[in-house]
């Protein structure tokens, strides 16, 4: 079988060339006319029999995608320096980021920001909003040389994972707050590697679903970090039992 791409390609000229004939015929077509005209997913049906094919594909141009937007661009970094790097990529990606003493820089509907910031070479950033965005554990390498991060918000960040928390312990000497909320891939196992982070003083763990036993956990948390604010679920939930599944007095006398 030939490659995806160059049989897309051919695919692609396959279906201009076809849509110009329609083009061209678009006068001689009647309203009530029963002839129909084809889709482009239709089209592609006809080239892709196993539906499974073309999802593979596409499955392959998303993790290409991610890849290419946590690339390192070392020249970046050796021009602006650490912190200009750091908030290009977070910016890029769709987040925010805030440096000392300034205002908070954010991309505006269609992804545009100023570039005002490459003029704050030597000022650290201190906050970095980076909720829903597409960063992994190779995107990581571009917020770790940060050393005076304070706040860090990761909110539904489908990538990041128990692999990815393993790699925070460079940002112990200055992260403050720390927001997990919502991220798919986080469980247990990750969340004990935060036991390097002991200046936290505030850590959002809520709604992770890998995580088999909420409130257990969230004990566990904050025994771990003993001066850190955890924010989560109950700290009950997964440890009291309903009702029914409490064990009944059953009344027996005992015998002497």
């Known amino acids: 079988m030939a490659a995806p791409g160059a049989f897309l390609r051919r ?21 009530d006319s029963s ?3 084809r889709t482009l997913l239709q089209f592609l049906s006809s080239y892709f029999h196993d539906i499974e094919v073309l999802r593979e594909y596409l499955l392959r141009m998303e993790i290409h995608k991610m890849h290419w937007k946590n690339r390192p661009v070392s020249s970046i970094q050796e021009k602006y320096g650490p912190s200009i790097a ?6 890029k990606q769709g987040g925010s980021v805030k440096f000392r003493d300034k205002e908070w820089i954010r991309p505006d509907g269609r992804g545009r920001f100023s570039s005002e910031f490459l003029e704050f070479q030597g000022v650290p950033v201190e906050a970095v909003d980076a909720s829903g965005c597409a960063i992994n554990y190779q ?13 860090l918000r990761l909110r539904r ?6 692999w990815c928390l393993g790699r925070l312990h460079p940002l112990a000497g200055s992260l403050q707050e720390l927001s997990l909320a919502g991220c798919p891939r986080i469980s247990e196992r990750g969340l004990a590697c935060l036991h390097h982070l002991q200046n936290l003083r505030r850590l959002d763990i809520s709604d992770l679903p890998a995580v088999s036993h909420p409130g257990l956990t969230q004990i566990l948390v904050e025994e771990m970090l003993p001066h850190c604010e955890v924010l989560g679920a109950d700290w009950a939930q997964g440890l009291t039992l309903r009702r029914e599944e409490q064990p009944r007095d059953t009344g027996s006398p005992v015998s002497a």
């Open 86 to 91: 750091g908030a290009l990529f977070v910016l």
């Open 157 to 162: 960040c489908p990538n990041v994972d128990d």
């Open 139 to 151: 995107g990581l390498d571009h917020l770790l040389p940060l050393k005076e991060l304070r706040s």
């Open 35 to 37: 002839q129909k005209r």
């Open 11 to 31: 695919v692609a000229r396959e279906w201009t060339r076809h849509a110009r004939g329609i083009h061209d015929m678009r006068e001689s077509v009647t309203p």
